[in-house]
Each structure stands twice: as C-alpha cells, then as structure tokens.
C-alpha cells in the first residue's frame, strides 16, 4: 500500500449488499412467477447462492446488464443435479439452502459442503431447530458443522428452541423457509439474540416478496402456514458493510466521502456505522447520502457493535489512529465468522505497533505512544474483510504490504480497483 498524501476526497458508488442479494436470491426462487433482481452483487458469496439453486433446478440467469433474472420454482426444488453442493465459504448460502433444501423432493438428499474453514463453522443450532420442525437434518461428520445433509419432503413447522447468540443468520434461514411448512413456524429465541437489524433486513425482504411474519420483541417469531412469495421485479441497495472502508478513509485522513448510492433510507443495519464515526468525531449528514467528513483528532471510544458485528474489523482499524485506548464490545460471534476474527485483527494490529487487549468478546486497542507505528506484512486469513480493513491503515502508513489480496472477491471482487480509483487516481483536493 501506498500512503496517500494528504486528506481525500471522493463520491463513491458501490455494488450490491451481499446480504441482500442472497436473501432475494432464495426468496425469488421459491417464489410463484419470474421476478428480476436489479444490481445485484456478483461475488463469490452471491454466485455460490446463484449455482446451488440452478443445482436444485432453479432458472437463473445473469442479464447482459448484470442483473439476476430467476424463474421461481413455487416452494418445490427439483433433486440436486450434483452432490454435494459446494458452497465455497460462503456463510449465508450454507444457513439459507440447510433450512430451505427441505422442499426437494421426498427422498432426495441434499448435501452441502465447502472449503475448510466451512466444516469448522457451527450449525448444530440451526439443524437442531430443522429436527424439531419435523425435518430429517444432519451434520455428516457429527461434529455440528458442514458438510449437512438435509432429506427432502417438505417442512412440517411447528414450534422450535433457537439460541440466539451464535448468528441470527440461523434464524433468517427458518423464516425463509417458513411460508412452505405445513403449518405455521413458531420460533422461541433462548438468550439474548445478536445482529437484530439482520432480521430486521429478513423481514423487510420477505413483505417485498409478499410474505409477513410477526416478530415479538425478537423473542417469539411467527410465520403462517399457506403463504408464498410472488415475483417480481427488485431492486438491490448498495452493500452498506462494504461502505464503512470507504467511510473509514476520510476518518482517518481528515477527508471527506460521501456515499451516492445509500443513504438513511437503508434497510441495513450497517448503514448506521456512520453514527459510530460521528461518536469519534467526524461530521456526518445521514440524509439521501451519507456523508462522513473526518475531524484533525479521532476521539477514542466505547461501543458495543452486537447488532452490526461486520463493521468491527473496520472500526478497529480506525481505533488504531484515535487519540487514546478505544474498547469495542459486543464481538462473540466475530470467532465463527470466515476466520477468528477477534484473534485476526489482535495478530495484525499488533504487528502494526499498536497495542491490542483481547477477551471473549472484546477489543481494547490503543495507538502507539508518540505515533510509532511498525511497517508489517498484514495476513488475511482468507477473510475478505481483513483485507479491505487494513486497506484503510494503509491510507496513512508507509510499509503495509496486504497479503492474499484477492480474497475480497468473497463479497467485493473490484475492490481494489475502486479504491485506487477513488482515493489515489482522483485529484486530491
């Protein structure tokens, strides 16, 4: 990386959420009629999504202008066409297809598998709660993790236990899959339940494609029997995880961006990641466009990020350059996320000199004394936001060399191309 030399400037547009993508992805494909999504994200993760529902006999197809054109299946997958279905790492295409892969034909085995950090990835909640629905489910290996093996023949509903504080995505793939159960799906959280605005997300998907269900305080949710989804045509908001990189850059030089395509309208819970900058001192207009201009100090500061655990790595970064220790809470699920992430981010930060308190589920990151920061080589550990977190370090300091840059093809393959782009190639102004 190169430092930049002085404040940048820019209007950034980004590509699709990925979250979304793969939510409309399998709302559209179970659904009754043709629906087109428009800009979605093509990554890794969404085109894992996209080849195990043609793999289930689904019509996808990719437009030449790059929109995902689907031909739903109304709630019955065909046999898979191969076994096992590789998904890569790709977290939210193993949760959404282990809960949905019930409406394949009675007899026929699904199996998804993936890369190796995917079979150390828990499952065992969420293909506990399947079983008790009435769903034949298993982690082959035994040891709660992918590869899964689901049987076909419908989902019979009911009611069901979900822990709440290993990843709501658990809860986001039974209440896709709800509207087809034979009777309704009554889910009772147990604990507290971690990234609410993701459900939040999952709801507002389903009403677009015709489908209400009833949260209760994020303690009892409920979905009717004898719904379904409708085609129809949607359109993909730009990936507000992804944007908090770009934010994170006028933070940390004293610059400004602001965000074209997103703004407060946003039904992502990361959109809100801007209100965390502005804690740390940076003037924000969440209006049409977020807008993030970065103050001459960063203050230092203590957050709880539960409910939008995907911005963490980008804000310990930031943390690293504010003016004292910063503590981030809230961080248990980041151990099962692509990689540890609460060990990652301690490993490469402290590489960088700065110092890194780690716990269960915290950070306490505090900058170098007197600015002395270490040159390093940053590993990735093949986690997309690894890398794109430490793009923002190497903003501001010389030596920082990115390892396996690559890898953020999982959710943003131009990435790197868009970062030059906006921060080296434009005028500095």
Not at 39 to 54: G, H, K, V
Not at 231 to 242: F, I, K, L, T
Not at 247 to 264: F, Q, R
Not at 400 to 408: K, S, W
Request: hydrophobic content about 45%; aromatic content about 6%.
């Amino acid at each position: 990386m190169t430092p930049v030399d002085g404040p940048v400037h820019s209007a950034v547009r980004l590509p699709g959420s990925k979250s979304i993508t793969n939510r409309a992805l399998l709302l559209a494909a179970l659904a009754d009629g043709k629906s087109v999504l428009r800009d979605p994200l093509q990554s890794d993760d969404t085109l894992y999504m996209f080849e195990a529902l043609r793999s289930l006999g689904v019509d996808v197809t990719l437009t030449d202008a790059g929109d995902f054109e689907v031909i739903g299946v109304g709630g019955a997958f065909s046999a898979p066409a191969k076994s096992p279905i590789f998904i890569g790492n790709s977290g939210t295409t193993v949760r959404f297809l282990t809960a949905a892969a019930c409406l394949a034909p009675a007899g026929s085995d699904v199996v998804l598998d993936g890369v190796a950090r995917m079979r150390e990835r828990p499952i065992r909640d969420l293909l506990g709660a399947l079983i008790s629905l009435g769903v034949d489910a298993e982690s082959v290996n035994g040891h709660g993790c992918p590869p899964v093996r689901v049987r076909g023949g419908g989902l019979p509903g009911g009611k069901c236990l979900l822990r709440g504080d290993v990843s709501s995505q658990f809860l986001t793939a039974l209440l896709q899959a709800a509207p087809y159960a034979k009777q309704n799906v009554e889910i009772e959280i147990v604990g507290d339940l971690i990234s609410k605005p993701y459900v939040d997300m999952t709801q507002n998907v389903m009403h677009a494609f015709g489908v209400e269900m009833v949260n209760s305080n994020y303690r009892h949710l409920t979905v009717a029997a004898g719904q379904r989804y409708e085609g129809r045509e949607y359109d993909v908001e730009a990936d507000a995880s992804n944007a908090t990189y770009f934010l994170a850059a006028a933070a940390v030089t004293g610059g400004s961006v602001i965000l074209e395509n997103l703004g407060a309208g946003s039904i992502q819970g990361d959109a809100k990641f801007a209100r965390v900058l502005e804690q740390m001192g940076c003037d924000v207009d969440f209006g049409v466009h977020i807008a993030v201009r970065g103050p001459q100090t960063l203050k230092a500061i203590d957050v709880d990020l539960e409910a939008i655990p995907d911005t963490a790595q980008t804000l310990a970064v930031i943390a690293a350059f504010a003016d004292g220790p910063s503590t981030l809470r809230g961080l248990a699920s980041l151990r099962v996320k692509e990689t540890d992430r609460i060990a990652a981010i301690t490993n490469e930060l402290t590489k960088l000199g700065v110092g890194v308190e780690e716990g269960r589920d915290f950070w306490t990151i505090t900058p170098p004394a007197a600015g002395q920061y270490q040159p390093a080589e940053i590993k990735t550990y093949d986690d997309h936001r690894m890398a794109m977190s430490f793009a923002v370090a190497g903003l501001r300091l010389p030596g920082v060399t990115i390892l396996d840059p690559g890898c953020v093809a999982k959710t943003f393959p131009d990435f790197w191309e868009r970062w030059e782009k906006f921060f080296y190639t434009a005028k500095q102004q």
